[in-house]
């Protein structure tokens, strides 16, 4: 279930669909598994994010990744029969002046950032051989 109260189309900020495989999970309650691919998702992002120099980490109560009160990359998965359908938001270069104008993720108290944002400007392409 999405938590925002509008999705913002446009130049689309780093997503992608990592394989994971399921079956190191099998003996995990289906409601662990969701927790334990999130948290893996996330700490992808803040490795990568250590790459940058960037110290980033995670907010209790929420998803994603954050760099202080700021997020960086927003996470969705959906869990169904074992199969996975999930997504990374992760703001590169991403044009933040949109996020003023909507309720990003129903967060209203903290706001988003990005690696621009932060002072690294990296292309999306070279972020994603990194992460390859």
Request: charged share 30%; with cysteine; hydrophobic share 40%.
């Amino acid at each position: 279930m999405r938590k925002g109260e509008v999705l913002k189309l446009g130049i689309v900020p780093y997503m992608e669909g990592k394989e994971i495989q399921l079956k190191a999970f099998e003996r995990v309650k289906k409601d662990e598994t969701d927790g334990i691919l999130v948290y893996k998702l996330e700490e992808t992002i803040i490795k990568l994010l250590e790459e940058y120099g960037i110290k980033a980490g995670r907010k209790p109560k929420y998803t994603g990744v954050w760099v202080g009160d700021e997020k960086i990359c927003a996470i969705g998965i959906a869990v169904r029969r074992w199969i996975t359908w999930h997504g990374i938001a992760f703001n590169v270069n991403t044009d933040l002046s949109y996020f003023g104008l909507i309720n990003a993720c129903g967060i209203t108290e903290f706001g988003v950032t990005s690696m621009q944002k932060l002072g690294i400007n990296e292309d999306i392409e070279k972020v994603k051989e990194k992460n390859g």
